[in-house]
Nanobody
Framework: QVRLEESGGGSVQSGGSLRLSCSSSGITISRRCVGWFRQPPAKEREAVATLDSDGVTTYADSVKGRFTISKDNAKNALYLQMNTLQPEDTAKYSC????????????????WGQGTQVTVSS
């Protein structure tokens, strides 16, 4: 059974940093695209960052230069380092993976974690 579990969320003041982690079980992430998504209150879910099996990353314009996605294939874990957090970054953050050898298209993300809340106060 595939399971993804996020950790590292919390409350932080504007300008602060958080590091999200996503542990996985029942899955090998090395040949999958992995990503972080977020859903702000009363808004739709949006892609924050993706990382494909070749190491190519994409970021939402709103987080470029502030967030960094990474993974550890040996640990089957992925991470999201978030710096210079702003109140507009407040959201529930979820990690996700595609099925094997699928591209990093949002509709290809198949496995999802439950999410972790990030709240940034001004």
């Amino acid at each position: 059974q595939v399971r993804l579990e996020e950790s590292g969320g919390g409350s932080v003041q504007s300008g602060g940093s958080l590091r999200l982690s996503c542990s996985s079980s029942g899955i090998t992430i090395s040949r999958r695209c992995v990503g972080w998504f977020r859903q702000p209150p009363a808004k739709e879910r949006e892609a924050v960052a993706t990382l494909d099996s070749d190491g190519v990353t994409t970021y939402a314009d709103s987080v470029k230069g502030r967030f960094t996605i990474s993974k550890d294939n040996a640990k089957n874990a992925l991470y999201l380092q978030m710096n210079t957090l702003q109140p507009e970054d407040t959201a529930k953050y979820s990690c996700a993976t595609t099925l094997l050898d699928k591209p990093c298209k949002q509709y290809e993300f198949h496995n999802w974690g439950q999410g972790t809340q990030v709240t940034v106060s001004s």
